[in-house]
């Protein structure tokens, strides 16, 4: 949470934190009169929650942050009655047709663009948008349908999925074979229409990987603190949901891809080929890419090295005020 220090210390750029009703549940909104503002985007199973070390020193900074809950997460999210009951019957749990099962990609993206139009309605800085994991899919449309109100987008250790091309496609493909996530699925996604894993494992393997996966570089108590905030379904649609860019919209705005060295869920080789792929497609606006030594979820293990670089995207030229590690 935002400390009275850093409160005083913005106080001519961001002098509130405001809850927006409005604008959705668990949303944070830092009013900025100057700078930027960041829309930040979850991956599957997470929340805006999930944001919380780093969403205060953006708006220390002087820009306004925004991190809805996508529907089906948060306070949004829903659970198969299977899930409570502990031990748990694997069996059922496994097979359990998901609450979320009809949540779709247009849904999320209609929740991010209610965002969208309530920073611009509040007359707030320009819109960099901040798509993890998942997430990155979402961000993908919404640039898309909103190229013109987007300053910058950011891919953080995010699906960038071609044209044509689905989340669903890359999970088989030879740069993903190194990813730490596969035995964490449990039942057949056909079925229960959602990608689903037990955050409440009580099994120490499986417990483990799940942290080896997501959370590799984090303590142990900041590993049970994020993973409690998760949700055991994400639903398939969006996974399955055949991503639309063109040069005229997507391929315009500004982009950056920030690469997580140490990434067991989403592996390095696939997320230069995503950086590739792009490239190809909108070459005369290449992707800049930063690096930051973590896993896949630096928000929880590196909020200020990530804040940095975010920062630095920001800036008019912000390439020169980049610590070394991250050039």
């Not at 209609?110 to 819109?127: E, L």
């Amino acid at each position: 949470m935002i400390n009275r220090r850093n409160l005083l210390a913005a106080g001519a750029t961001a002098p509130a934190l405001v809850l927006s009703p409005s604008v959705g549940a668990a949303e944070i909104n830092v009013q900025a009169t100057k700078g930027k503002t960041f829309v930040l985007i979850h991956g599957s199973w997470h929340s805006s929650g999930h944001w919380e070390r780093l969403a205060p020193l953006l708006s220390a900074a002087g820009h306004a942050v925004i991190a809805p809950d996508l529907p089906g997460h948060g306070l949004s999210a829903r659970f198969p009655g299977s899930y409570f009951q502990r031990p748990i019957d694997i069996s059922k749990f496994s097979t359990e047709a998901s609450p979320l099962a009809g949540v779709t990609l247009d849904q999320y993206v209609a929740t991010v663009s209610d965002s969208i139009d309530y920073a611009r309605k509040a007359g707030w800085g320009p819109i960099i948008l901040v798509g993890h994991s998942m997430g990155g899919v979402t961000t993908t449309a919404i640039v898309e349908q909103h190229a013109k109100q987007i300053h910058h987008v950011v891919y953080l250790a995010a699906f960038m999925p071609s044209d044509g091309t689905s989340a669903l496609s890359y999970l088989s493909a030879p740069e993903n074979a190194a990813s730490a996530f596969g035995p964490l699925l449990l039942g057949d996604p056909s079925k229960t229409g959602c990608v689903r894993i037990d955050m409440r494992s009580t099994d120490p393997k499986y417990v483990a990987a799940l942290q080896l996966a997501l959370y590799n570089d984090a303590e142990l108590p900041d590993f049970q603190s994020a993973v409690n905030l998760l949700t055991p379904d994400d639903p398939i649609q969006p996974f399955a949901a055949l991503t639309h860019r063109t040069l005229a919209n997507w391929g315009s705005v500004p982009r950056s891809y920030i690469r997580t060295s140490k990434d067991n869920a989403l592996p390095i080789a696939l997320q230069n080929r995503f950086i590739r792929e792009a490239d190809a497609f909108a070459f005369r606006n290449p992707t800049k890419v930063y690096d930051i030594d973590s896993g896949h979820s630096p928000f929880i293990s590196q909020p200020t090295a990530l804040a940095d670089i975010l920062l630095a995207v920001a800036s008019v030229r912000g390439d020169e005020a980049l610590p070394p590690w991250a050039r």
